[in-house]
């Protein structure tokens, strides 16, 4: 018998995720990480053994060189699937360990979700929660996070599946377009439904 309830949510580039994470932690939630589990794998020996071979000089010092490789993988196809051929089977089945080792509510923060749903092996969520906000929103908080142009803002949220064409896949659409506190009053009533439902 499943003794948790997998949440998993995710977002877009600047919709306003790691808002929402925050917040269910403070509230006592388990939220694991997908990005976190990546970055402590990429310590591991035999995975930079392999990273290392995947693309040659990427570690140095037997440290894995995070700004190579993303500066790589952002501009070009062909490299980053390479990377999350090799990364995302390592990460997938970590999340899947962890799951089991927890009971009652659930959160898997991950925001390639989406994109990678048919490759995740026997990870499953009971809901999918989506921070949404719309692009144009997306654009100028992105611009202002990073203090980057609105041409190189765009060309970031293009590299991932837009927020619109996501909403299809979400069980729940948190809308972000408001403010914090408008956000997490949606999140706040979406915790209480879970808690007062059985499953």
């Not at 919709?15 to 939630?29: D, F, M, N």
């Not at 071979?53 to 500066?71: H, I, M, N, T, W």
């Not at 041409?151 to 979400?170: G, M, N, T």
Request: charge should be negative.
């Amino acid at each position: 018998m499943k003794q948790n309830k997998v949440i998993g949510l995710t977002g877009g580039i600047s919709s306003g995720k790691s808002l929402v994470t925050a917040y269910l932690r403070e509230k006592g939630y388990p939220v694991l990480d997908s990005d976190e589990i990546a970055k402590d794998l990429q310590r591991d020996p035999m995975v930079l053994k392999g990273l290392n071979e995947l693309f040659p000089g990427s570690v140095k010092e037997g440290k894995l060189d995070r700004d190579q490789v993303g500066q790589l993988v952002f501009s070009n196809k062909e490299a980053r699937a390479k990377l999350d051929a090799f990364m995302h089977p390592l990460v997938f089945s970590v999340l899947s360990r962890q799951v089991k080792e927890l009971s009652g509510l659930v959160f898997i923060d991950m925001p390639l979700m989406i994109e990678t749903l048919k490759d995740q092996g026997d990870l499953s969520y009971d809901e999918i929660w989506l921070v949404w906000v719309p692009r144009e929103i997306q654009i100028s908080r992105l611009m202002k996070r990073d203090g980057i142009s609105r041409d190189y803002a765009i060309r970031k949220i293009d590299a991932q599946l837009p927020l619109e064409e996501k909403k299809s896949y979400a069980s729940l659409v948190i809308d972000n377009s408001q403010g914090p506190e408008e956000t997490l009053k949606q999140v706040e009533e979406e915790l209480k439904r879970l808690c007062e439902n059985t499953y």
